[in-house]
């Protein structure tokens, strides 16, 4: 564990710490901007936009600035601690990452549910036959209305 995180320890909520735990033994630095982005990431609902994230750190008076956060952003889903979810309005949201899995993504509060059926496997083979890719991966994502939101007659 790093000496900054030790240090910080006390000031990152249990699951911010455990994200920093996780960076720390991929072997990435834990560094005080990337402490901050790491905490308001856990403490964030499901899914957060970049400006969501901002908004939060610079309420608690934590942000690193705009680049910093973009930086760590990019970090943490090349490290998969984070994953990116490729919204419909061309604004990406992010996640803590569960490794593999799909999911469905509210338009109207950006609340996430995972699902863990894929029923693609047919269709892998299908597509590695007819093009001769090796595929190795594949992103899986449904966006509509949560039941919350419709409830609240909130429009999408």
């Not at 900054?4 to 710490?17: K, T």
């Not at 008076?61 to 680049?67: C, I, V």
């Not at 090349?78 to 899995?101: F, K, M, P, Q, W």
């Not at 863990?116 to 269709?123: F, K, R, S, V």
């Amino acid at each position: 564990m790093s000496r900054l995180l030790q240090r910080r320890a006390i000031e990152l909520s249990d699951a911010g710490h455990a994200l920093a735990e996780r960076m720390a033994a991929l072997g990435h630095r834990v560094t005080q901007p990337r402490l901050a982005v790491l905490d308001a990431a856990a403490a964030l609902p499901a899914s957060f936009t970049a400006a969501e994230l901002e908004q939060w750190l610079v309420a608690r008076q934590r942000s690193p600035g705009t680049a910093s956060i973009f930086r760590t952003l990019k970090l943490l889903v090349e490290a998969g601690i984070l994953e990116r979810i490729h919204g419909v309005d061309e604004c990406h949201r992010y996640t803590v990452s569960a490794g593999h899995g799909h999911r469905v993504v509210c338009l109207g509060c950006g609340a996430l549910s995972n699902f863990e059926q894929c029923a693609l496997d047919g269709l892998v083979v299908s597509l590695e036959q007819a093009t001769g890719y090796r595929i190795s991966q594949h992103l899986l994502e449904f966006f509509g209305q949560c039941p919350a939101c419709q409830r609240g007659g909130v429009a999408v």
